[in-house]
T-cell receptor, first 116, second 111 residues
Framework: DAGVIQSPRHEVTEMGQEVTLRCKPI?????LFWYRQTMMRGLELLIY????????DSGMPEDRFSAKMPNASFSTLKIQPSEPRDSAVYFC??????????????FGPGTRLTVL | GQQVMQIPQYQHVQEGEDFTTYCNSS?????IQWYKQRPGGHPVFLIQ?????EVKKQKRLTFQFGEAKKNSSLHITATQTTDVGTYFC???????????FGAGTRLFVKA
């Protein structure tokens, strides 16, 4: 398996522009997580899905952020409009069964976002 | 809400010295996971602890879960330069599926 795939790996944009981050989870995993990592705030859970349904979006910072999972193999995180304080590394992770057993999360390589 | 505190924030050691990072939760955890993130990389799962008082070992790494299931530790014996990175604990609250990550401990190893 190729693991969790994220695109783009790097994104540089100007304030006010729309940014879309993409994630393909590991096949068969039914949980998908979006995280944001910064030096100041560490690794923050933004939202997670179970079977394509958003379960907890309490970590989404503002209405400018939205996430979708139209099918089991694809998810997007959109920021519109983007602001410089959104600059961070955004990770997508997937898991097969977080409630039981060794339900480890497999992280993608991340998207490094810079908003100028 | 649930909080997971991790100390220290940074640790500099000489190669061969031991290293320990500690994790404390404000609530009882159903389990705790440990991840390692190399500089410029992404978090990689190391281990999960589920039982009260559980101790697990992976070569030079020893993981402990407290009796009250509110704290955990990771101890590395005789550090090597390959141990460099940030170590995160991640706890899941009882009855929930959300996993909260600690702030991480960044380990520097001087050869």
């Amino acid at each position: 398996d190729a693991g969790v795939i994220q695109s783009p790996r790097h994104e540089v944009t100007e304030m006010g522009q729309e940014v879309t981050l993409r994630c393909k989870p590991i096949s068969g995993h039914d949980y998908l997580f979006w995280y944001r990592q910064t030096m100041m705030r560490g690794l923050e859970l933004l939202i997670y899905f179970n079977n394509n349904v958003p379960i907890d979006d309490s970590g989404m910072p503002e209405d400018r952020f939205s996430a979708k999972m139209p099918n089991a193999s694809f998810s997007t995180l959109k920021i519109q409009p983007s602001e410089p304080r959104d600059s961070a590394v955004y990770f997508c992770a997937s898991s097969s069964l977080p409630g039981q057993g060794a339900a480890e999360q497999f992280f993608g390589p991340g998207t490094r976002l810079t908003v100028l | 809400g649930q909080q997971v505190m991790q100390i220290p924030q940074y640790q500099h050691v000489q190669e061969g010295e031991d290293f320990t990072t500690y994790c404390n939760s404000s609530t009882t955890l159903s389990n705790i996971q440990w991840y390692k993130q190399r500089p410029g990389g992404h978090p990689v799962f190391l281990i999960q602890l589920v039982k009260s008082g559980e101790v697990k070992k992976q070569k030079r790494l020893t993981f402990q879960f407290g009796e009250a299931k509110k704290n955990s530790s990771l101890h590395i014996t005789a550090t090597q330069t390959t141990d460099v990175g940030t170590y995160f604990c991640a706890g899941r609250d009882t009855g929930g599926f959300k996993t909260i990550f600690g702030a991480g401990t960044r380990l520097f190893v001087k050869a």
